[in-house]
């Protein structure tokens, strides 16, 4: 059965990712374009750096290297102050519930997040003590959807990768799970998650029996 469970930090735990697209879109007002919904979906998951690479490309544009330096740290400026207003009570409907169930029934839990914010908002939100593990875009080389990320965080539990299961909300964040050889459960549309082995909306509409499945299969 399973008995690894990796979670991704941003729109699986919180819903950051619309504080992520906030603070990229004021990156490419500030340029003189704009940043799309859909082309927003392409950044999830995906590390600060290739996504500013992406935006740039996206619109066009060229800029050298210190101007590039300067907008990643804007960027975060500016997403770390929608950071700050958030607490325990932003935590995702049913996560809580989810993680202590999964602890309960004595799986392992790990975080498995491309932010190098991840730690801080954990801490913030009062769920690092849940976790045996926390790998996050400080830990990696590789980003998503290379499996790195999730491969590392296995190891930390001491579970086999095909015994753990990913929960990710972005395209290359199930790519990065299903190549690691993991069980992937997709948190958002089948539209876009259509490569994932499952999908929910959310936590909410994940069953209990789903996840006791997971670990008697
Ligand atoms: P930071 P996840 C990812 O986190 C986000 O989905 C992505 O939008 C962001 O660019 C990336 O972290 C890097 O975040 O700028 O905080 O280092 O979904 O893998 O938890
Ligand atoms: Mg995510």
Redesign the pocket.
């Known amino acids: 059965g399973y008995s690894g469970f990796i979670f991704?930090?941003?729109?699986?735990i919180v819903d950051t990712?619309k504080y992520?697209y906030l603070a990229w879109r004021k990156t490419a007002q500030s340029l003189g374009f704009d940043l799309s919904l859909a082309q927003n979906e392409n950044?999830?998951?995906?590390?600060?750096e290739r996504?500013l690479r992406l935006i740039l490309e996206w619109g066009q544009t060229q800029i050298d290297e210190d101007t590039f330096k300067t907008l990643m740290e804007q960027k975060?400026t500016d997403?770390l102050a929608h950071i700050a207003q958030m607490g325990p009570g932003d935590v995702l409907p049913k996560v809580q519930e989810t993680l202590l169930f999964l602890k309960g029934a004595g799986a392992k839990i790990a975080l498995g997040?491309?932010?190098?914010?991840?730690r801080l908002i954990l801490d913030k939100m009062k769920l690092s003590p849940l976790f045996d593990a926390i790998v996050d875009?400080n830990d990696v080389t590789a980003p998503?959807p290379d499996p790195e990320v999730f491969l590392t965080a296995a190891q930390h539990l001491g579970v086999p990768a095909e015994h753990c299961v990913v929960f990710e909300?972005?395209k290359a964040?199930v790519t990065a799970a299903n190549s690691g050889g993991m069980y992937s459960v997709g948190i958002g549309k089948k539209e876009d998650l259509g490569h994932a082995h499952t999908v929910f909306r959310d936590f909410n509409e994940m069953p209990q029996v789903f996840l006791k499945g997971l670990m008697e299969a």
């Open positions: 991704d930090l941003d729109g699986v990712a992520h950044l999830k998951g995906v590390s600060r996504s975060n997403y997040s491309a932010s190098k914010n991840a875009g998503k909300d972005a964040g």
